[in-house]
């Protein structure tokens, strides 16, 4: 053969939804060892093409070669025969069962259990991703989730390996050592698809990119010769706003106060917290910076609700309320994002409408005990319009959305609350660039209006351009937070990792 | 090996589907039944389901045994729906007899008119009470429900054997365990002379428009519902957990307590050891047999009423045993569940 064969091509594949056409007349081509993008918003169609060649869904028209030859795949069997691997967005993993016992289930072959847990355990070390292959799924962090999920498809010695937004939820570390592992796989010659928002990401990792918009490829690029902003407006098709916070003139008061704030946490492999203490004032975004896992889960159902604690350690708006569940905490003013957005944000199985209930009863929705369903549905609706949520209307499932448009559903319900105090965790995780700008913006007017908000994230970008002041959570203890202009993204990131200043709990004071 | 993988999406067409694929096989395999004892599975299935509707009387006894499944089921779709399993329905239906049987007792000779009223109070006090116990076990203790439930069913029913062998025998029932025969003003009245149907009719239907209305329009019904479906969702959300437990289980002993009363002051009419041929098991599979929805579950019960009825035909005109009946609901509920696991999984195609 004279000119290497493609280990993929794809030839006018269309996908056509009830609602609307989430692949159009889309034609790519994967090389072997090539790491390849696909770049697009929320919605653009990119995990439906993902699944199409993973043969989880039925494209309606057109080709797929596999190494130069017709292929019709049906299943993810026939698919993992062929070769190939996916790591989907959301998490298909049993959470009552183990490691092994999750890799298990998705192998075709007969398997002896111990014999697999030795195989997981070589094949996790060798790419670098360590993983306990007797750890219950339930115990383990989303980063470590999703070694179980990347794991599973190298077992199968795949040649062609598909990464639906695998870092949105990871830390920055973490990403590191993925990436590590993706380029050793590549130089193995194995094929690689890979979506994610993260631009820089994207130009330090990949060979080659694929644009998508609307369902359509509006074009290809070599991501190492453009600038995030240039790739940004090919997926977006116009330049990526930039995002301002204005001063705030109103009246200055606490609303959130958290006072020597310690909690045991009851989950063997979660964080302890330490003597916390924070405040927030209306009409500023405090962000809290760290890597997940050192104590974020638990501060944040601590503030919420979901645990509750001392009276007198958590206040809102002057009343002592850290005994309250999370239901009499939002009867104040208290709304919440939490990271997980389906199963706890909102309900997979449930409408967009009757997820709007979830929080928004409160806006009355119901009278008499009676729930009126025509303004849930309003409210979705204006939830959907307002905050540009691509979807097939607010009688669709939470779970037939891609991650990035649930997240923007269940940012839009929260803040539509007219809330008092806003947390939210990971605001922006796996919303493209362009909803995210927009995100931010929204945060950074909702605090302008007088609203107190909590931001918990891990990326320091972001962090540094909505946050007025900023914190560390590492090891279960807050450092103290300091203004963004004297907070500087090196020594924030030193304290990520775990690297206290001896002074610096004490010393540095937060200017209000 | 595990053979089955869980579908991504589950039908909701083929959900509805189910009871039929499950009644379709129940026939089937009840028809070899048959056959295997020697009868006409054809002559036999007439006599099974159709000859108790030939006639006036046999409508009636189908309501009759109808009413208390229906009422029952309704009360236990509730939990079921927030994951709340309550298997001891029977224990609750016994206590709530005895509530409103002892009251029958003690005052039905005065023939007021407050009387039946307050027994199916009662009754249906008993039998929520009864629900509140494995309630309060679960919310204090996390004791599992399923097991307090039907635990507490062996007890109950040995207080109706002990209250049957001790305090309230009818002193002239030549020592048979059983309570006088009650007086008319601790009866329901009859609808229709010569039928045994009742007015307790009238409360089976209220509560099957309540049951509906609730699920349909009611906050608590959604709370519940979301309590099942993710249960991280209402934490988040800030739904009481412990009120979904006392409210799944206190409701569902209350229709069970109700049903109770509406056996001793209906067609039982006393206390006795047989006031329930295991209506309150029963009710489970009519349940989910009704897809745990408040008109489904009526359809469900009617039928589960009429394998009581064709059970009894059976005994009488084909000689069968009187397991029958218990063979016919074990099946339909087996192939239901069949039918419901491949709905949520598929069978996993081996590779090679
Ligand atoms: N199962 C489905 N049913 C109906 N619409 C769907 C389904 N899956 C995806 N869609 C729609 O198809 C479009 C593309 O979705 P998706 O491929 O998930 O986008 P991306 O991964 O690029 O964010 C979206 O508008 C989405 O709402
Ligand atoms: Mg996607």
């Not at chain 1, 004279?2 to 794809?10: G, V, W």
């Not at chain 1, 470590?144 to 695998?166: A, G, N, Y």
Request: aromatic share 8%.
């Amino acid at each position: 053969m004279s000119s290497p064969e493609a280990r993929l091509k794809l030839l006018h594949i269309s996908k056509r939804y009830p609602s609307v056409v989430a692949n159009d007349d889309i034609s790519l081509s994967v090389m072997p060892g090539e790491i390849h993008a696909i770049l697009g918003e929320n919605g653009a169609g990119k995990s439906t093409l993902m699944k199409i060649i993973y043969g989880a869904v039925k494209a309606d028209s057109g080709e797929m070669l596999w190494d130069g030859r017709q292929v019709n795949v049906s299943n993810p069997a026939q698919a993992r025969r062929l070769g190939i691997g996916m790591v989907f967005q959301h998490f298909s993993l049993f959470e009552t069962l183990s490691v092994v016992e999750n890799i298990a289930l998705v192998l075709d072959e007969a398997f002896d259990l111990a014999a697999l847990a030795v195989r997981v355990k070589e094949v996790s070390e060798r790419y670098g991703l360590p993983l306990d292959p007797h750890r219950l799924v339930h115990s383990l962090s989303v980063g470590e989730r999703q070694r179980v999920e990347i794991v599973r498809c190298l077992l199968q010695d795949p040649k062609l390996l598909i990464l639906d937004e695998p870092t949105s939820v990871l830390t920055p570390q973490a990403v590191q050592k993925l990436f590590e592992t993706l380029r050793r796989l590549a130089s193995e010659g194995v094929s690689i698809l890979y979506i994610s928002h993260k631009l820089h990401e994207i130009q330090s990792l990949c060979d080659s990119a694929t644009i998508m918009r609307g369902g359509k490829v509006t074009g290809t690029a070599i991501p190492r010769d453009e600038t995030p902003a240039s790739l940004a407006r090919m997926m977006i098709g116009r330049e990526l706003p930039v995002c301002v916070a204005p001063p705030y003139h109103g009246p200055v008061h606490p609303v959130l106060q958290v006072e020597r704030l310690s909690l045991a946490s009851d989950d063997p492999f979660g964080t302890s917290l330490k003597d916390i203490s924070l405040t927030v004032n209306a009409g500023e975004i405090v962000g809290i910076a760290g890597i997940s896992g050192n104590g974020q889960a638990e501060l944040l159902a601590a503030l919420s609700g979901e645990t509750t604690v001392d009276r007198e350690a958590v206040w809102l708006a002057g009343e002592a309320v850290g005994h309250l569940d999370a239901g009499r905490r939002r009867d104040r003013g208290l709304v919440f994002v939490p990271e997980e957005r389906l199963g706890r944000g909102a309900v997979p199985a449930l409408s967009l409408a009757r997820n709007a209930l979830l929080t928004g009863h409160r806006q009355g929705m119901k009278r008499w005990g009676l729930v009126a369903f025509d303004k849930a549905q309003a409210f979705a609706e204006q939830c959907i319009a307002r905050f540009d949520v691509r979807c097939g209307g607010p009688g669709a499932a939470a779970r037939s959305l891609s991650g990035g448009n649930l997240q923007k559903f269940i940012v839009g319900r929260e803040i539509m609350l007219a809330p008092k105090l806003m947390i939210v965790a990971q605001p922006t995780w796996g919303v493209d660039v362009g909803a995210s700008a927009f995100l931010r913006q929204t945060l950074l007017d909702l605090s302008r209006s007088g609203v107190a908000i909590l931001v918990i994230s891990e990326e320091l970008e972001e962090l540094f351009e909505i946050s007025d002041r900023i914190a560390v959570l590492a090891a279960g203890r807050l450092s103290a937070p300091q203004a963004r202009e004297l907070a500087d993204a090196e020594s924030v990131g030193l304290q990520m990792a775990g690297l206290f200043t001896d002074t610096d709990a004490e010393v540095s004071h937060a200017p209000a | 090996m595990h053979l089955l993988e869980p579908r991504a999406q589950p039908s909701q067409l083929m959900r509805w589907t189910a009871p039929l694929i499950a009644i379709a096989a129940t026939l089937l395999v009840g028809s070899v039944l048959f056959w295997a004892l020697g009868k006409s599975p054809l002559d036999s299935f007439h006599v099974f389901f159709v000859e108790p509707l030939t006639t006036g009387y046999g409508w009636s006894e189908l309501l009759i045994k109808a009413c208390p499944l229906i009422l029952i089921a309704q009360g236990l779709a509730i939990g079921f729906k927030a994951r709340i399993y309550n298997i001891g329905a029977e224990g609750q239906l016994i206590v709530g007899a005895l509530f409103g049987g002892g009251i029958g007792i003690a005052y039905g000779e005065t023939g007021a008119a407050w009387v039946l009223p307050a027994m199916v109070v009662a009754g249906a006090i008993g039998g929520a009470l009864w629900g509140a116990i494995p309630a309060l076990l679960k919310t204090r203790f996390n004791a599992e429900e399923t097991l307090t439930t039907l635990m507490l069913t062996y007890v109950a029913s040995h207080l109706l054997s002990y209250m049957m062998h001790g305090p309230w025998r009818d002193p002239e029932g030549m020592n048979f365990p059983q309570s006088i025969l009650f007086d008319d003003a601790a009866l329901f009245g009859l609808l229709v002379e010569g039928f045994r149907i009742n007015s307790s009719l009238w409360i089976v239907i209220f509560a099957v428009l309540a049951f509906w209305l609730f699920n349909a329009r009611s906050f608590l019904a959604y709370r519940l519902e979301v309590g099942g479906l993710a249960p991280a969702a209402a934490r988040y959300a800030g739904f009481p957990a412990k009120q979904t437990v006392w409210f799944s289980l206190v409701i569902s002993g209350l229709t069970a307590g109700l049903a109770g009363v509406g056996e001793v002051a209906g067609p039982v009419g006393q206390l006795n050891l047989n006031i329930s041929p295991g209506y309150g098991f029963a009710a489970i599979i009519v349940a989910y047999l009704g897809r745990l929805h408040p008109l489904g579950i009526v359809l469900a019960g009617t039928l589960m009423a009429l394998i009581y009825l064709g059970g009894e035909a059976a005994q009488l005109s084909l000689q069968m045993p009187a397991a029958i009946t218990g063979i016919f609901q074990g099946m339909l509920l087996f192939f239901l569940l069949g039918a419901d696991a491949f709905i949520d999984n598929r069978l996993r195609r081996r590779a090679r």
